[in-house]
């Protein structure tokens, strides 16, 4: 038997000989059920359609959801297509995956880290999944108390636009984006966030902050938006201006 399979058997407690003791097959027994537990947790992440009984693909961007898929999403997620198209870091052909949960243990069975946000998009396999939406009134829902909904197109292309940022710079360096590049240009590609337009311009002419994250999120975007309209800096050159912001 090789090294690899080995390996693998060991990893769900398989191919050594069995312990002599009630402690050692105890522990042996334990040890293999982590290992069976956190398979499943990693194979439900790779094939989480398995859990989402409903689906629809339009242009490349296939939804998937607990519940029947309203006609409407037809034009959410081309809506979301023209947005992601208009990204700089568009890749022509490629596809998404977008999971809406409806359900908060589902949501936070795919997202244990995420709080009370609106979505997330995984590494590695750049999975979309969303907390909750009503597809028919283009709205998303996050589980804060305030400024909790937001475009659901405008939604699945930051999130998709998160994974673009991936492909571009690697896990590793997109991971240590100043958060104002970071989601100040995903929310720019989005073309808007929760926070009320109206509401963060006036602040903004007062001279004035809000405590709310997406009031945060807001003057991200409006700083990616200024960046980039009018002084035309690229993506690229945002992150450079982030990196020399790092080396100060």
Known sequence: MG?????????VGLGRPSPRTRLGRTLRGLRRLIAIM????????IFPQALFAHSINERGITLYSTRPIPASAAGRLAKARDLIDGCELAVPGRRERVFVCNTPWLYRLFAPLSGGAFAVSVPLTDNVFVAAADIDADAAYSGVMEYRRRAFS?????????????RRLGLWRASRLPMWIAEGYCDYVAGGGSFPE???????????SHPAPSFRYFMYRKKVARLIEDRGLTFDALVQLGDEADAR
């Open 3 to 11: 090294r690899t399979a080995r390996f693998l058997l060991g990893i």
């Open 38 to 45: 956190t398979l499943g947790y990693v194979g439900v992440h």
């Open 154 to 166: 405008g939604l699945v292309a930051h999130e998709v636009c998160h994974g673009l940022i991936r």
């Open 198 to 208: 109206e509401e963060g311009l006036r602040l903004l002419a007062a001279g004035r």
